[in-house]
DNA sequence: GAATTCATGTAACTTGTTACATGATTTA
DNA sequence: TAAATCATGTAACAAGTTACATGAATTC
């Protein structure tokens, strides 16, 4: 289970609440990972059973309260267990809803797979923008002291998510000339 | 939910067992979709109760009986429909377990990513050596009377997993690169 | 004063995974 | 005859989603 560790690896940087690590979540992990805050919660609340994070109330600078995870030795340790023992069969969870309905669509026809394929393209170009908001959100954190060591690891991360873009829109353009020119030939 | 229509889809093309349908997502739909025979039976069983399937049991050619599947009128309805109406945020779901790492791997540093990173790109590599497989048993299909119809279909569903694979090898042999530029620059 | 944002949670549900049980048939 | 494959399932669990509840503080 990943969640636990991406939790415990953004308190290893400065400790916070549940709200504020949903918040990175959304705006800056959301390219390839994503959590709802009841999940958050939840995970953090294991987190603490085990041992792995403390947490503290305190009054917050503006708004209400809030509970603020630490990260313990021992969640320091268990991360980088987790870190240094990677399984061969983990990664990308590869379910695409989207190209088992192009797998399907000869049940509905040419016309309308290009129709679809023209609206996945125009959200995999937004998905494009939004990752270069999130690039210039890293680079500015990257930016600040202490920081700057991460900058490498993020610039590998980041750079993955405009492979995988990319390779969305080429994908997308060059299927949308393929299906044309097919629907071409039957006329 | 995807996988019902995943079922109703294949089924619409021939009647067949559960054994059968799990047979095709291990070796032909995998690369974009995956299920367990549990999770098979457990959702032809609730297509049966809505009247999507029915099935009947028929001794096998080989081996033990089977439970046939078939879909009904309403099944293709219903296919259709799922396949007409498509949710404008529907997709690849991004979680990417390796890449959660690497984002966290100032934990553990180059070294070990690098390593890790050697490791990813001949799974990469491995993956695109199952889809040229995947490839042949696809175009053989196509090739049977009446299958010819689907094959465009096909062909997208295929480039979009040689696109990702691609990326991924490329982004993988890019991020060793770099990560061993920047490792000579700290020596 | 109303709407939005901040902040934390609970409950119920859906989807996916793991482990196990069973028994027939086929191949080595 | 032992091992592998064929075939269907059940039970328990893990992970993720949706809906809802609550209330303070801030902004319009």
């Known amino acids: 289970m990943s969640l636990p560790f991406g939790l415990l690896g953004l308190l290893n940087r400065s400790p916070m609440a549940g709200y504020d690590l949903k918040k990175i979540f959304d705006d800056s992990i959301n390219f390839f990972w994503s959590a709802q805050t ?7 609340n294991a987190l603490e059973k085990k041992g792995y994070v403390v947490s503290e109330i305190k009054p917050g600078d503006k708004g209400p309260d809030k509970r603020i995870y630490s990260i313990t030795e021992e969640g320091q340790s268990g991360l980088k267990a ?16 989207f190209l088992l309905r192009v797998f399907l669509s000869s049940n509905v026809g040419i016309d309308e797979l290009i ?5 996945r393209l125009r959200k995999y170009k937004k998905d494009l923008q939004r990752l270069e908001l999130v690039k210039s959100r890293l680079s500015e954190y990257a ?4 920081k700057e060591r991460e900058l490498p690891y993020w610039k590998i991360t980041l750079s993955r998510g405009f492979h995988d ?13 393929y ?9």
């Open 179 to 187: 299906l044309q020119s097919t629907r071409e030939e039957t006329t």
């Open 165 to 177: 873009v990319e390779s969305h829109i080429k994908w997308a353009e060059e299927s949308l000339a």
């Open 143 to 146: 930016q600040m002291p202490d």
């Open 115 to 119: 129709f679809q394929m023209q609206k």
């Open 38 to 44: 009841s999940q958050i919660y939840r995970e953090l």
């Open 82 to 97: 987790w870190l240094l023992d990677v399984p061969d069969d983990i990664g990308e969870d590869n379910r695409n809803a």
